[in-house]
T-cell receptor, first 117, second 116 residues
Framework: AQTVTQSQPEMSVQEAETVTLSCTYD???????LFWYKQPPSRQMILVIR??????QNATENRFSVNFQKAAKSFSLKISDSQLGDTAMYFC??????????????FGTGTRLTIIP | NAGVMQNPRHLVRRRGQEARLRCSPM?????VYWYRQLPEEGLKFMVY????????ESGMPKERFSAEFPKEGPSILRIQQVVRGDSAAYFC??????????????FGPGTRLTVL
């Protein structure tokens, strides 16, 4: 079974600063996917960024980037030039590769991020 | 292209009643997943369905909970004889048939169930 750990229950940062959210996971799988989801006060789950384990290059999406360390089983999210709209819960999630069909997501407990004006 | 739709958005039930939560996946998606989010916690997987088939129900409680995804119509998560501990937000997600690179799950807005 896979586990995902987010050790920072809450974080806050000034607007325009950079913040890094940490995530570690445990798995015996060699091929898998990692995701960061954002859940604003509306509770809608929004995909922020994804990483395929077989890719060494770290994924980036505009102001969002990850630091994927496969050997250490670490998958941190960096938010640059933070904006008030980034205030939300952030969940790290794991999905193992499936040869047939698809697979479920395993989520961490989340980090509540507050951007301070 | 409409996203994943869930209804109702809010549902209040008294202990012992039944709760029915509905999920319409995105157009062209044939995989549906249900997750439960207890207050101040992350989402926990419940069940994974394809049309007319349950693929993985390893996260479903053994009693009172059932799910279906019929050939026609939405997926239904049914909770019989609800108890206060069932109060949570229930999220549905869908993904397309082709696994490929884009195996993203698209989430609905959730149904918040409150048991009095």
């Amino acid at each position: 079974a896979q586990t995902v750990t987010q050790s920072q229950p809450e974080m806050s940062v000034q607007e325009a600063e950079t913040v890094t959210l940490s995530c570690t996971y445990d798995t015996s799988e060699s091929n898998y996917y990692l995701f960061w989801y954002k859940q604003p006060p509306s509770r809608q789950m929004i995909l922020v960024i994804r990483q395929e384990a077989y890719k060494q290059q770290n994924a980036t999406e505009n102001r969002f980037s990850v630091n994927f360390q496969k050997a250490a089983k670490s998958f941190s999210l960096k938010i640059s030039d933070s904006q008030l709209g980034d205030t939300a819960m952030y969940f790290c999630a794991f999905m193992k590769h499936a040869n047939f069909g698809n697979e479920k997501l395993t989520f961490g407990t989340g980090t509540r991020l507050t951007i301070i004006p | 292209n409409a996203g994943v739709m869930q209804n109702p958005r809010h549902l209040v039930r008294r202990r012992g009643q039944e709760a029915r939560l509905r999920c319409s996946p995105m157009k062209g998606h044939s995989h549906v997943y249900w997750y439960r989010q207890l207050p101040e916690e992350g989402l926990k997987f419940m069940v994974y369905l394809q049309k007319e088939n349950i693929i993985d129900e390893s996260g479903m409680p053994k009693e009172r909970f059932s799910a279906e995804f019929p050939k026609e119509g939405p997926s239904i998560l049914r909770i019989q004889q609800v108890v206060r501990g069932d109060s949570a937000a229930y999220f549905c997600a869908s993904s397309p048939l082709d696994r490929g690179e884009r195996n993203e799950q698209f989430f609905g807005p959730g149904t918040r169930l409150t048991v009095l």
